[in-house]
């Protein structure tokens, strides 16, 4: 698989197109991604929402009529001969659900073991030690919504399970909302790609294979809405306090 990477015709761009890595990796390079989206540092640039999409166009068939990326787990385990497409879907759906949530546990893991070190880290600039009581105090509030949530938000679900291990956000609390949030994201995205693609294609006669371009714009701008809304137009105008005019009541008792 990593000898592509050492292709002279690979040029980087390459690893934020979803198709490319249906046609050079297939089934196995994409249970891969979707673990390092979240559970290696490195992993928030990587096409998760798009990626998933597009695995749902190919889950049951590929361009030239084969078998889908299930297909290529059914025939490992001696099921080569089953092809239904409901089948498909939901073995897709449990092998990329069960990749998501073993990487979201990696992630909380390394945070529980570098968050108490962090607590003694020196302050500057960038690092402030009250952040990481505030994030403990939110996640304490809205911890299980904050990791459903973050499963939706691109860069946000690759930091989301590292920062809930360093406040220490209870495992068992953590993991419930972890399996939650990583079935109800991955169902959304692969049966979406799914059935949206045969409708529009058997409705309009338009198929977006053909046009993945549109799709990736689509839903960078479906996810991240909701961010640009919460940090441009979320943010109310705070008056200060008008100190009482001389002669009121507060005044005179303080006098």
Known sequence: MFHLLLDAGFHWTQLLQPQWYVENGGLWLLLFVVFAET????????PGDTLLFVAGIYAHKLDNGEPGLTHQFLKHVGM???HNEWVDLFVLWGLISLCGIVGNAVGY?????VGPSMYTWRENFFFKRRYLHQAHD??????????????????IRTFAPIIAGIVKMERKKFMFYNIVGCLAWVFSMVFAGHFLQKWILSSFGFDLKEHLEIIIIGIVLITTAPVLIKLFGGKKKFDPPVPPAPGTPDTDKAS
């Open 80 to 82: 080569g001969n089953v």
């Open 39 to 46: 559970g290696l540092f490195a992993g928030f640039f990587l």
């Open 109 to 113: 893991w390394t945070g529980r073991k």
């Open 138 to 155: 939110f996640y304490e509030k809205n911890g299980g919504g904050a990791i459903i949530v973050a499963r939706f938000l691109p860069f």
